[in-house]
């Protein structure tokens, strides 16, 4: 079996944390990536803090084991979510869009380990500074909200800039990914994309269709002109709006052509309207199956592939 301080630290079986998807991922997909011994993450972006208080309390209805919750430093309701989270003493908290310095103090006195996303050393940094138990170094090749540098760059240069466990992120879907995750410097991984298509994801059949029709060109990324690029699947809205990124149209209009369309996949399934969110490794989920399934196979796989590791070496 394969087991890292990650596990120790957040007395979780398997060394995997199902990322923080907005509207994607609630209670029912947490509780059953926990149950399977894994991590799992309820986003705190998909609704109001009444909306994600609702969602903690039912995944601890659902699960006796460790779960997270991910919150959008951006978010307009930041304060709020961050004392819930407090005094709900969920086990862990990862944060995405900035240093979460100004809650690390009360999410520490509450008992809760703080996990931040970071696309670059110089922000791993500061996060360690400022308190972080470990840090998420997530590639460009994950779906949502991306960087510039890519899982292989990124992983081992924040594994060396940091003296706390970094878990890799983008671009991980088997057990090769895993390994090499663990080659790069890494202590665990988060997946996102592989889970979509379980039977306790929640979104659209059409949007699972999708991923399970992908290939390895089937991703996008546009909102570069806004400062903010999203990695999603290719379809009438995403094409759309990367061709409205290069014409003269005002930037509060372009960013107006992005509203809603998250929900319209997720809920609607709306395949001219959707945003479908995605990682560049959507092509190869080609199967339905459960998180406990996904999970077991991933580090069976891996467990494999660092075991026949020697053979390289002469």
């Not at 903690?56 to 460790?66: C, G, Q």
């Not at 060109?217 to 903010?228: C, D």
């Not at 009438?236 to 990124?245: G, I, L, Q, T």
């Not at 399934?293 to 891996?302: G, V």
């Amino acid at each position: 079996m394969i087991q890292s301080s990650i596990c120790d630290m957040l007395k979780i079986k398997y060394p995997i944390f199902q990322g923080g998807m907005a509207h994607i991922s609630d209670a029912r997909l947490a509780a059953a990536v926990s149950e399977a011994g894994g991590l799992g993450i309820i986003t705190a972006a998909s609704g109001d803090a009444q909306y994600v208080e609702e969602q903690i309390d039912l995944a601890f209805s659902l699960t006796s084991k460790p779960f997270g919750v991910n919150v959008m430093l951006m978010g307009a309701n930041v304060d709020e979510i961050a004392a819930l989270l407090a005094r709900k003493k969920v086990a862990v908290v990862t944060t995405g869009a900035g240093n979460p310095e100004k809650y690390v103090p009360m999410w520490k006195e509450a008992g809760i380990k703080v996990i931040p996303v970071v696309p670059s050393c110089a922000l791993a940094k500061l996060c360690e500074r400022s308190g972080a138990d470990a840090v998420i170094a997530e590639g460009g090749e994950s779906g949502g909200h991306v960087g510039d540098l890519t899982t292989m760059a990124l992983v081992p240069q924040v594994a060396d800039a940091v003296s706390i466990p970094v878990i890799a992120a983008g671009g991980i879907a088997d057990g090769r990914g895993v390994a090499a995750s663990f080659m790069l410097g890494a202590v665990g991984v988060q997946v996102g994309t592989r889970f979509l298509t379980c039977p306790e994801c929640s979104i659209h059949e059409n949007y699972k269709k999708k991923i399970l029709k992908a290939n390895d060109t089937s991703t996008i990324v546009t909102g570069k002109r806004l400062g903010h690029p999203v990695r999603s699947i290719k379809s009438p809205f995403s094409r759309a709006y990367s061709k409205a990124e290069y014409t003269s149209i005002p930037d509060d209009e372009l960013e107006a052509m992005a509203v809603g369309t998250l929900r319209a996949a997720v809920k609607d399934g709306d395949d001219k309207k959707g945003c479908f969110l995605a990682g560049q490794i959507a092509g190869m989920v080609t199967k339905e199956q459960s998180a406990k399934e996904i999970i077991e196979e991933m580090f069976n796989e891996a467990e494999i592939i660092l075991n026949g590791a020697k053979k390289w070496v002469k």
